[in-house]
Nanobody, 124 residues
Framework: QVQLVESGGGLVQAGASLRLSCAASGRNLGWYVMAWFRQASGKEREFVAN?????????NYADSVEGRFTISRDSAKNTMYLQMNSLKFEDTAVYYCAARIGPALRTATMYSDWGQGTQVTVSS
């Protein structure tokens, strides 16, 4: 099991930027896919982005964030990041990092390990 701890959330105005971090521990991440999901109040948890930790670290994005958000990782620090630019009101949500072994899927229920979440609030 991988332990995940998110940080970096906060309250910002529309158009601003934030960078979320997800510190991982407990396992070698070489076989893992790491992902960001988010859940707005009253809505289902939705996919934001994922990356394959090793090798080419191929990335995937939800259409709603493509071109505004960038997922990345620092292997030396065992930390994943989500750089969020041009934030919109509709990006307001609790953001979670997650991990799984296997294909880079976009379905939350397929991820086995989760962080506690960090709140991002964008004021319009």
């Amino acid at each position: 099991q991988v332990q995940l701890v998110e940080s970096g959330g906060g309250l910002v105005q529309a158009g601003a930027s934030l960078r979320l971090s997800c510190a991982a521990s407990g396992r070698n991440l070489g076989w893992y896919v790491m992902a960001w999901f988010r859940q707005a109040s009253g809505k289902e948890r939705e996919f934001v982005a994922n990356l394959i930790w090793s090798g080419s670290s191929k990335t995937n994005y939800a259409d709603s964030v493509e071109g505004r958000f960038t997922i990345s990782r620092d292997s030396a620090k065992n930390t994943m990041y989500l750089q969020m630019n041009s934030l919109k009101f509709e990006d307001t949500a609790v953001y979670y990092c997650a991990a799984r072994i296997g294909p880079a899927l976009r379905t939350a229920t397929m991820y086995s390990d989760w962080g506690q979440g960090t709140q991002v609030t964008v004021s319009s």
